[in-house]
């Protein structure tokens, strides 16, 4: 079946732009993650879908990111006004039970 | 403040021996851990996990262990294959946090033919 996908795989902007980075998870799972992975850094939780609660936007680390899922499937995230330091790898996961997560193959971004 | 620590950037094994792969944590909340795997330009893939009331867990040739007391985990690879070389992540949740996964740095571990 198909696993969870993620577009764009790449993604170079220019500091000030804003980008969108799209999940469509593994259908009927209830959970969504989104995560960044910087260079030679482990994995840093950015927000949690769980059904129609709200979602846990804690991990966030600015103003400038946002995120939604609609329809409890598809989940954008939103970065505006990109820095260079938002330069990172940025994985998305979705699971059914609140253990296991899938992942995806995540979303480059550069920012110059 | 790192919650779960992954102490070896990079660990090298001979084909065929044990891997050791070492995570400790400094959260007494957290109770369930797993380890992922991760491929260049993939995603990371769940390998194994254990519970807190358990020590050990075993499938095929990975167990991954868990000392409580010393709030530490490994996962042990017996016999090591070319195939497992790859980034492992080891993570660490809590029921009363939404099971958001705490994420270690990462080892890599590279198989010696």
């Known amino acids: 079946g198909a696993g969870v996908s993620q577009s764009p795989s790449n993604k170079v902007t220019e500091k000030g732009k804003d980008v969108e980075l799209r999940c469509d998870p593994i259908?009927?799972?209830?959970?969504l993650y989104w995560y960044r992975q910087s260079l030679g850094q482990g994995l840093e939780f950015l927000i949690y879908?769980?059904?129609?609660?709200?979602?846990?936007k804690s991990g966030l680390p600015s103003d400038r990111f946002s995120a939604e899922r609609t329809g409890g499937s598809v989940s954008t995230l939103t970065i505006q006004r990109t820095q260079q330091e938002d330069s990172a790898v940025y994985l998305c996961?979705?699971?059914?039970?609140?253990?296991?997560?899938?992942f995806g193959p995540g979303t480059r971004l550069t920012v110059l | 403040d790192q919650q779960v620590k992954q102490n070896s950037p990079s660990l090298s094994v001979q084909e065929g021996r044990i891997s050791i792969l070492n995570c400790d944590y400094t959260?007494?909340?957290?109770?369930?851990f797993l380890w992922y795997k991760k491929y260049p330009a993939e995603g990371p893939t769940f390998l194994i996990s254990?519970?807190?009331i358990k020590d050990k867990n075993e499938d095929g040739r990975f167990t991954v262990f868990l000392n409580k007391s010393a709030k530490h985990l490994s996962l042990h690879i017996v016999p090591s294959q070319p195939g497992d070389s790859a980034v492992y992540f080891c993570?660490?949740?809590?029921?009363?946090?939404?099971?958001?996964?705490?994420w270690g740095a990462g080892t890599k571990l590279i198989i010696k033919p």
């Open positions: 879908f769980q059904g129609n609660s709200a979602p846990d």
């Open positions: 259908s009927g799972h209830t959970a």
């Open positions: 996961a979705s699971s059914f039970t609140q253990d296991t997560q899938y």
């Open positions: 959260n007494s909340m957290f109770d369930y």
């Open positions: 254990i519970s807190s």
């Open positions: 993570a660490a949740s809590a029921m009363n946090s939404n099971y958001q996964l705490i």
